[in-house]
């Protein structure tokens, strides 16, 4: 995930410093633009820094998700969940009990 996200930001950099360049090699024999006008190049950097900026806040998300705290739970209160075959948590259970596999409850 992380090497095809490099591959596209460098894609696009490269695409963006070609576009430059070119637009570069163009006006060598012509006066340079006056300073109000915005460059091409200036509104590309921009935009790419603004795909970079929404990716960061993406990847911060994800991280926070990853990293939430399990609540916990009284004795007598329900544990876990089955589903199927396997078992859910839905929360631990308090120090000096356990999450009972068969009731599903902590004692």
Do not use: W
């Not at 091409?40 to 960061?56: K, N, S, T």
């Not at 589903?83 to 009731?103: E, K, Q, V």
């Amino acid at each position: 995930m992380e090497s095809l996200r490099a591959v596209v930001y460098l894609s696009i950099f490269l695409s963006v410093m070609s576009s430059v360049c070119q637009g570069e090699r163009s006006t060598e024999g012509q006066l340079p633009a006056a300073p109000d006008e915005p460059t091409f190049g200036f509104e590309l950097a921009e935009a790419l820094q603004g795909l970079l900026d929404e990716a960061d806040s993406r990847v911060g998300l994800s991280v926070e998700k990853k990293a939430s705290v399990i609540p916990r739970c009284d004795v007598g209160e329900r544990c876990a969940m089955k589903h199927g075959p396997r078992i859910g948590r839905l929360c631990d259970c308090l120090r000096g009990t356990a999450c009972n596999t068969f009731f599903l409850r902590c004692y």
